[in-house]
């Protein structure tokens, strides 16, 4: 069946650090695929999306490409800020539904 | 545009007990999600309907759990009776599909965070 895994969390870094978080999933065909977050006592809001192979999302400096030779989707951004701090997740359209991976836990500080 | 409207945000119980969630999607969104989120891990999907219609309820634990959309708007989620496994975060989500085929974004509400002692 279709699943997402994400590296596990907590992942802390310091202000303006590089950010990789990583993410495979496990699917038939070719799923679109999804980053959201959650910041502390906030609904998930969703960071960036594609829909397609070699497709990159973006948004808020937040990047991912869809690589279907490594079924990955792997989050980075080059510079975090604190106010990056929250759980980010990754997950798939599969059958009209969304999958989630458990989520990673980002701290940013100062 | 109000985002999507959740009540309450937190619930105690104790087990045996009913409880009931409330939704309220943002106005227009033909589709409605229903989700449990248990701690440390990422939402599942309950139930989602098309309009008033459960389209995809496989989910749903049927024996204790039931929802209704009437009018195709407002959604309640009901757990009767509670168990303490039932301790979850609960997600109410809504989006506006245009049936062609393209999943549209799904918007998120709050939560309600749900102790069943």
């Known amino acids: 069946g279709n699943s997402v895994t994400q590296m596990e969390g907590p992942v802390t870094l310091s202000e303006e650090a590089f950010l990789t978080i990583n993410c495979t999933y496990t699917?038939?065909?070719?799923?679109?695929l999804f980053w959201y977050v959650q910041y502390p006592g906030e609904g998930l809001q969703l960071l960036l999306k594609a829909t397609k192979a070699d497709d990159k999302g973006s948004n808020k400096g937040f990047e991912a490409t869809y690589r279907k030779e490594t079924t990955s989707f792997h989050l980075e951004k080059g510079s975090v800020q604190v106010s990056d701090s929250a759980v980010y997740f990754c997950?798939?359209?599969?059958?009209?539904?969304?999958?989630f991976g458990a989520g990673t836990r980002l701290a940013v500080h100062p | 545009e109000a985002g999507v409207v959740q009540s309450p945000r937190y619930k105690i119980i104790e087990k045996k007990q009913p409880v009931a969630f409330w939704c309220n999607p943002i106005?227009?969104?033909?589709?409605l999600y229903w989700y449990r989120q248990n701690l440390g891990q990422g939402p599942e999907l309950l139930i989602r309907?098309?309009?008033?219609?459960?389209?995809?309820d496989s989910q749903l634990p049927k024996d204790r759990f039931s929802a209704e959309r009437l009018k195709g708007v407002d959604s309640t989620l009901k757990i009767q009776p509670a168990e303490l496994g039932d301790s979850a975060v609960y997600l109410c989500a809504s989006s506006l599909d245009t049936g062609l085929g393209v999943m549209e974004t799904q918007y998120f509400g709050p939560g309600t965070r749900l102790l069943v002692l």
């Open positions: 309907y098309e309009n008033e219609e459960a389209v995809d």
């Open positions: 699917a038939t065909g070719y799923p679109s």
């Open positions: 106005s227009g969104h033909n589709t």
């Open positions: 997950a798939l359209k599969g059958y009209n539904k969304l999958i």
